[in-house]
T-cell receptor, first 116, second 117 residues
Framework: AQTVTQSQPEMSVQEAETVTLSCTYDTSENNYYLFWYKQPPSRQMILVIR??????QNATENRFSVNFQKAAKSFSLKISDSQLGDTAMYFCAFMKNTGANSKLTFGKGITLSVRP | DSGVTQTPKHLITATGQRVTLRCSPRSGDLSVYWYQQSLDQGLQFLIQYYNGEERAKGNILERFSAQQFPDLHSELNLSSLELGDSALYFCASSVSSSGSGRAYEQYFGPGTRLTVT
C-alpha cells in the first residue's frame, strides 16, 4: 500500500515571498503520478500540478513548481511570489499508473497562510 | 469551475436515514471517483466507476453503494446513517483510468456536505 506524508501541519509566508511545502511518499511501484491539490476556504479541491514519475524534469505551472526526487521519494511544491489567494490547505497525492485502479492517496494536508 | 457538478450542496438528516448524492462528471470524462473527507480520516477514496462499470473499491462501508448510469452521471447511496458518516463527500472525474498525462488528472466537484444528527 502507498502512504503519503505531509509532516508540516501549518506554514506561513509573507505576500510576494517564496514558500516550499514538503511531501514524502512510500511505494514499491515504479510507474506512478504525483499531484498537488489546493483546497481554499470554499472547500473546492483544485488541481495545482502533476508530475509523472518517469519524467526527470520537474513540472512547473506558472508560479508553482515541484522538486521531484524519485530516489528519496520526495515531492515538494514551491510557490513563488505568494499571493493572498494562495491561502489554502494543500494536499499531496499519489496515484499508481495501472489503469485499472487510479485512485488518489492523499496526505493529511498542510495549511498555508499568506500574510499581507 | 471544474465542470463537475454535485447535488445537493448540503444535506442534513437523522441517524438511520438513507440519502443519495448525485454527481455529473465533466463532459467527455468516463471515470468517476467518490471520496470522503472527514476531520479524523482525512481524504479517503471510496469507489471508482469507469463507463458504467465498477473499477475499484476503497474504504467504502457496506452500508454505502454507488452506481454509474448510461449517461455517465453517478450516485452514491448512504444508508443506515450514523453520526460518524458526517463528512464532505467529493465526486471527481477523469478522462479515463489509463493512458498518460492529462488522462489521469482528476477534477473534483464542489462536494456535498452531509450532516447526520
Amino acid at each position: 500500500a502507498q502512504t503519503v506524508t505531509q509532516s508540516q501541519p501549518e506554514m506561513s509566508v509573507q505576500e510576494a515571498e517564496t514558500v516550499t511545502l514538503s511531501c514524502t511518499y512510500d511505494t514499491s511501484e515504479n510507474n506512478y503520478y504525483l499531484f498537488w491539490y489546493k483546497q481554499p476556504p470554499s472547500r473546492q479541491m483544485i488541481l495545482v500540478i502533476r508530475q509523472e514519475a518517469y519524467k526527470q524534469q520537474n513540472a512547473t505551472e506558472n508560479r508553482f513548481s515541484v522538486n521531484f526526487q524519485k530516489a528519496a521519494k520526495s515531492f515538494s511544491l514551491k510557490i513563488s511570489d505568494s499571493q493572498l489567494g494562495d491561502t489554502a490547505m494543500y494536499f499531496c497525492a499519489f496515484m499508481k499508473n495501472t489503469g485499472a485502479n487510479s485512485k488518489l492517496t492523499f496526505g493529511k494536508g498542510i495549511t498555508l497562510s499568506v500574510r499581507p | 469551475d471544474s465542470g463537475v457538478t454535485q447535488t445537493p450542496k448540503h444535506l442534513i438528516t437523522a441517524t438511520g436515514q438513507r440519502v443519495t448524492l448525485r454527481c455529473s462528471p465533466r463532459s467527455g470524462d468516463l471515470s468517476v471517483y467518490w471520496y470522503q473527507q472527514s476531520l479524523d480520516q482525512g481524504l479517503q477514496f471510496l469507489i471508482q466507476y469507469y463507463n458504467g462499470e465498477e473499477r475499484a473499491k476503497g474504504n467504502i462501508l457496506e452500508r454505502f453503494s454507488a452506481q454509474q448510469f448510461p449517461d455517465l452521471h453517478s450516485e452514491l447511496n448512504l444508508s443506515s446513517l450514523e453520526l460518524g458518516d458526517s463528512a464532505l463527500y467529493f465526486c471527481a472525474s477523469s478522462v479515463s483510468s489509463s493512458g498518460s498525462g492529462r488522462a489521469y488528472e482528476q477534477y473534483f466537484g464542489p462536494g456535498t456536505r452531509l450532516t447526520v444528527t
